[in-house]
């Protein structure tokens, strides 16, 4: 059974920075991208960045313009574990931030459950 559980959203204030987890089971981390979409309420869900594997050791992390220079996207693959640090942060990056695994060019993409992001200004 494959499973995605994030933690470490809360409230924090505008500038400040907060790291997000994403815990992986039940599927061959190592090799499946690894994302952080988000949702703002009456939004619809968008995408934040993922980072792919390039084959071998070789990882590479793309992101949403928004988010660009700001956030970074890492994983531990000893550890299952992929994490969005989020620096200098704004009240629009309020929003449930949700970690995600696929395959590209496949059907197979995880959800994880979300964790909320508030920023206040």
């Known amino acids: 059974q494959v499973q995605l559980v994030e933690s470490g959203g809360g409230l924090v204030q505008a500038g400040g920075s907060l790291r997000l987890s994403c815990a992986v089971s039940g599927l061959p981390f190592r090799t499946y991208r690894m994302g952080w979409f988000r949702q703002a309420p009456g939004a619809e869900r968008e995408f934040v960045g993922h980072?792919?594997?390039?084959?071998?050791?070789?990882?590479?992390?793309t992101y949403a313009d928004s988010v660009k220079g700001r956030f970074t996207i890492s994983r531990d693959n000893a550890k299952n574990t992929v994490y969005l640090q989020m620096n200098s942060l704004k009240p629009e990056d309020t929003a449930v931030y949700y970690c995600s695994a696929d395959v590209p060019d496949t059907a197979a993409r995880y959800w994880g459950q979300g964790t909320q992001v508030t920023v206040s200004s």
């Open positions: 980072i792919s594997w390039g084959g071998g050791s070789v990882y590479y992390a």
